[in-house]
């Protein structure tokens, strides 16, 4: 996991299968996603982006989640394509696409 930048001490070594598995057990949840990501540990913060609650995520929240989560590189991509994902298939209000 390091070699990918990945901080082991705050990491478990929960695959993706299971925490995909563990996501659609557990369901949406804005509160539940946010105590996640706030646990610091690698793969609470994946689930936590599996779990969110895009419509209830303001870009300012996207945005510190992305920055806080770097130099774990993993992360950041799970964040920014999961929000992509979900807010490029919904209407936003205020927020255009080309």
């Keep these: 996991m390091s070699k990918y930048g990945i901080n082991t001490e705050k990491a478990l070594g929960v695959s993706m299968p299971l925490l995909r598995q563990t996501a659609k057990k557990l369901g949406k949840s804005h509160s539940f996603a946010l105590e996640l990501w706030a646990s610091g ?12 609650e895009p419509a209830l995520v303001s870009e300012d929240l996207a945005e510190v989640c992305v920055k806080d989560s ?3 590189i993993y992360v950041t991509t799970a964040v920014s394509t999961s929000l992509e994902n979900r807010f490029c298939t919904q209407e936003m209000p205020g927020m255009e696409f080309a």
């Design 41 to 52: 540990i690698h793969e609470a913060r994946i689930l936590a982006c599996l779990v969110e």
């Design 70 to 72: 770097i130099p774990g």
